[in-house]
């Protein structure tokens, strides 16, 4: 059975060896990293790790040490795959809106409140 972590609080720099890395010196074998990105696709400093049941209360116990070569402490907290999925989901969402899919999403403010027609939308731009 696989279980996932969510990881707060990671270098913007980290990377999946890292991460991988930091689990190792403790015993704990890490299945999958998921690196999260924000709306800017940068690093959010959250990312998610799967692994086995039976890993779950050593990962846990490493919750508050610090990551690398930094002095930033990770916090570590029991998740799902729901969560997970999510995030990845909307991950995907946001390199798309972005433009890598020929799809680009334009927000619009200050429009007048009479304007509730979408063809009035369309012909202006």
């Known amino acids: 059975m696989v279980?996932?972590?969510r990881l707060e609080g990671?270098?913007?720099?980290?990377?999946?060896?890292e991460i991988d890395d930091f689990f190792s010196e403790s015993d704990v074998r890490v299945e999958n990293?998921?690196?999260l990105l924000n709306r800017d696709?940068?690093?959010?400093?959250?990312g998610f790790v799967e692994l086995s049941d039976t890993d779950t209360k050593t990962a846990l116990q490493l919750s508050g040490k610090c990551i690398a070569d930094t002095r930033r402490y990770v916090k570590i907290v029991k998740s799902d795959t729901d969560?997970?999925?999510?995030?990845?989901?909307?991950q995907?969402?946001?390199?798309?809106?972005?433009?890598?899919?020929g799809f680009f999403?334009?927000?619009?403010?200050?429009?007048?409140?009479?304007v509730s027609n979408m063809r009035k939308i369309a012909n202006f731009f």
């Open 3 to 5: 279980a996932v972590l």
């Open 10 to 17: 990671l270098p913007f720099k980290a990377t999946v060896d």
């Open 33 to 35: 990293v998921h690196l």
């Open 41 to 46: 696709l940068r690093p959010s400093g959250t």
């Open 83 to 90: 969560e997970l999925d999510w995030h990845l989901r909307r």
């Open 92 to 101: 995907r969402l946001t390199r798309t809106s972005k433009g890598s899919d």
């Open 105 to 114: 999403c334009v927000r619009m403010y200050g429009l007048p409140f009479k």
